[in-house]
């Protein structure tokens, strides 16, 4: 079974901090995806980033950056400059068909 | 690009009715769309793939006559509460996959059974 663990339930940051995300997961599969999605206030899930596992170089998007240990199944994410628009819940994701299978979320609050 | 929409955004019925709710691929077509159910403070719940043309794939757990999935077209999945009782109160959201392994969601569905 494949499974996304998220044992972050909330955290906070200041305004222009970095603030790191943690997520493990687990699958025998050699080939899947990793996702970030947000889910701000508005409860509509966007997607942040997105890594491919055959990849060894971590994505990156604007503020946003992975760090993907592939031997350990973790998959973290950085949020740089924290902005207060980036208060949401964030959910880590595996999908190694078209599925995806989430984690229970982290809650992030972002101070001014 | 790949813009989903849902609706209705919100609706209430009365326990025992039906409801229905559309999934739309706006700019892109879809083969295949997903519906998810969602608690409050908790995380997306798969319930059912949604594929054009064919019968969906629900997941295990997931009462298929309660929950009626018709994708009729490229681009609009339903989902049809069917005899919807207070328990069914909940959020759904629907994706749609734009390329393998990615998916982009609409922005959900709240519904009340009173």
């Known amino acids: 079974a494949q499974t996304v663990t998220q044992s972050q339930p909330e955290m906070s940051v200041q305004e222009a901090e970095t603030v790191t995300l943690s997520c493990t997961y687990d699958?025998?599969?050699?080939?899947?995806?990793l996702f970030w999605y947000k889910q701000p206030p508005s409860r509509q899930m966007i997607l942040v980033i997105r890594?491919?596992?055959?990849?060894?170089q971590n994505a990156t998007e604007n503020r946003f950056s992975v760090n993907f240990q592939k031997a350990a199944k973790s998959f973290s994410l950085k949020i740089s400059d924290s902005q207060l628009g980036d208060t949401a819940m964030y959910f880590c994701?595996?999908?190694?068909?078209?599925?995806?299978?989430f984690g229970t979320g982290t809650r992030l609050q972002v101070f001014p | 690009g790949a813009v989903v929409s849902q609706h209705p955004s919100w609706v209430i019925c009365k326990s025992g009715t039906s409801v229905k709710i559309e999934c739309r691929s706006l700019?892109?077509?879809?083969?295949?769309m997903f519906w998810y159910r969602q608690f409050p403070k908790q995380s997306l719940m798969l319930m059912a793939t949604?594929?054009?043309?064919?019968?969906?794939?629900?997941e295990q757990g997931v009462e298929k006559d309660k929950f009626l999935i018709n994708h009729a077209s490229l681009t609009l999945s339903t989902l049809t509460v069917t005899s919807a009782h207070p328990e069914d109160s909940s959020f759904y959201i629907c994706?749609?996959?734009?390329?393998?392994?990615?998916?982009?969601f609409g922005p959900g569905t709240r519904l009340t059974v009173t």
């Open positions: 949604s594929n054009e043309g064919s019968k969906a794939t629900y």
């Open positions: 699958t025998s599969e050699n080939n899947y995806y």
């Open positions: 994706s749609a996959r734009t390329r393998p392994y990615e998916q982009y």
């Open positions: 700019d892109f077509q879809a083969t295949t």
């Open positions: 890594q491919e596992a055959y990849k060894q």
């Open positions: 994701a595996l999908s190694n068909t078209d599925k995806l299978i």
